[in-house]
């Protein structure tokens, strides 16, 4: 192994091997567990696992106000395993976001957050988050598989994010700079099956390194300043205009999500 390249294996084989740039593995065996696996086989399975909407509520950043529910299925759904998120443009006015920028509600759409934080510690030093979509890329539309704290902002990592093109963002905040850290992967047909993972590894007392991979194949090294010791929500969404555009669509938007996978060393 050279220094600069290293592949890792995970005791107990849960994770897929990968190259990472500057990764080591650690000192002594771990355990390996699963936090999360299989969770959208049915309405039961996903609400063990899952909660509906934002963890704050139904309204974020863009135009699109969230709902769902135990007895609410048109805008989160579940069929073969497939959690489907759908956008729906509504024709009359239903005021404006509460959240900042406070933009004018223009969609109904759908979004969940994971029960399990992922919390990064000397107990848990690495997690692994994965999972496959097909995500919307047109203009306005604005889907995401990210994390996010729990008792403050930041920190952030967006495992998926796509702002109205065939662009993907792996971002990251905050970094050792204090602000964002980002690679831009263009993504052939983002509205096919595709991979995305974050590799997450504790290396010091405050920060980790973040590994993100598109399809088994990384991408990018980001370093996330006192990321150690937070909670971090696990949230899949599908947003709309804002930062991907204001002029979104007229038709209903879907995006898919299967194999959502999160597992963590155990120290």
């Known amino acids: ?6 592949r890792f294996l995970l005791a107990g084989g849960a994770g897929l091997a990968g190259a990472a740039v500057g990764f080591a593995r650690p000192a002594a065996a771990a355990t390996w567990e699963t936090v999360i696996s299989d969770s959208f086989t049915d309405y039961a399975t996903l609400e063990a696992n899952w909660n509906y909407l934002y963890p704050w509520g ?11 529910s135990a007895s609410d ?4 759904s579940l069929d073969g395993g497939t959690l489907t998120l759908r956008a729906t443009r509504i024709n009359w ?33 690495q997690w692994e988050v994965k999972g ?34 065939a662009r993907n963002w792996f971002n990251t905040y905050k970094n050792a700079e204090g602000g964002w850290s980002n690679t831009i992967v263009n993504v052939s047909s983002p509205g096919s099956w595709h991979g995305y993972r974050a590799w997450i590894n504790k290396v010091n ?47 209903d938007t879907l995006y898919h999500a299967r194999d959502i996978y999160v597992g963590r060393s155990r120290a």
């Open 1 to 6: 192994m050279t220094h600069t390249r290293r």
């Open 58 to 68: 139904s309204d974020h950043n863009g135009t699109a106000r969230m709902y769902g």
């Open 132 to 165: 496959r979509f097909q995500a919307p890329s047109a203009s306005g539309t604005w889907p995401a598989f990210w994390l996010t704290g729990v008792n403050s902002w930041p920190p952030e990592s967006d495992i998926l994010e796509f702002k109205g093109d």
């Open 205 to 251: 007392a405050t920060d980790v390194d973040i590994h993100y991979y598109l399809d088994d194949t990384w991408v990018g090294q980001h370093r996330g300043a006192n990321f150690v010791n937070q909670p971090l929500w696990i949230i899949i969404n599908l947003q709309m205009e804002g930062s991907s555009g204001s002029s979104g669509p007229t038709t």
């Open 93 to 125: 006015d239903e005021g404006n976001s509460s959240a900042d920028p406070h933009l004018p509600i223009r969609y109904h759409s759908g979004a969940v957050h994971a029960r399990q934080h992922v919390v990064v510690s000397d107990q848990f030093p």
């Open 73 to 76: 299925h048109n805008h989160i």
